[in-house]
């Protein structure tokens, strides 16, 4: 069964809020937006396997470690996902980056695929989906879908903030998915906003409306 992780480390919490306050302007929500993910990722690969290996210091032989097992793999779900990359990308720069489009339907509110482009070698590494909020869940759980059936066998899911309804549906499609929040609130409205949120993550990254 999947488990939810919520990070209440002092820094995260502190800068998501200045990320909820809606005074906060594009630079500054942006840069946020980045340091947080770079502290999401030095916690969610907390459990990534070492093994050792000797290297030769400036005085002496060290017994050390490095990382072992699969590669990693990032998929931001476009468009607001792409706010979270750089910053993961800080902590694991050889990882790859794959990308999903995907649009919730403003009618049925349920996800549509337009655009999807992965590594080669997804099947062999570890993969984040990142994606800001998690609100009804559609996206996600549609997005985890996609890269199961291309082969993806670890998956992790990464976001700023997640709704209860939104966590009860990708673990009701994917009970062996674990996700990763620095917060989960209240609920969502009858706009499917979660509350109280911090509004829309990709008009607020890139100043559209």
Known sequence: MGNLYVFDHPLIQHKLTHI??????????????????????????????????????????????????????????????LGMVDGILKLIPTAKVGHLGMYRDPE?????????KMPSDIGERDLIVIDPMLATGGS?????????????????????????????????????????AAAVDERLNEKSYIVPGLGDAGDRLFGTK
Do not use: Q
Request: charged share 30%; hydrophobic share 45%; aromatic share 4%.
């Open 108 to 116: 049925t509110l349920e996800p549509v695929m337009y655009y999807s």
């Open 20 to 81: 909820r306050d809606k005074r906060t302007g594009t630079k500054e929500f942006r840069e946020l937006v980045d340091e947080v993910a770079a502290l999401m990722a030095y916690e969610i690969t907390r459990d990534m396997p070492l093994r050792e290996v000797e290297v030769e210091t400036p005085v002496a032989t060290a017994k050390c470690k490095v990382l072992a097992g699969k590669k990693i793999g990032l998929v931001p779900i476009l468009r607001a996902g």
């Open 140 to 180: 996600a759980a549609a997005a985890i879908t996609e890269l199961k059936k291309m082969g993806a066998r670890n998956i992790k899911l990464m976001c700023l903030i997640a709704a209860p309804e939104g966590v009860k549906r990708v673990h009701a499609e994917h009970d062996d998915i674990d996700i990763y």
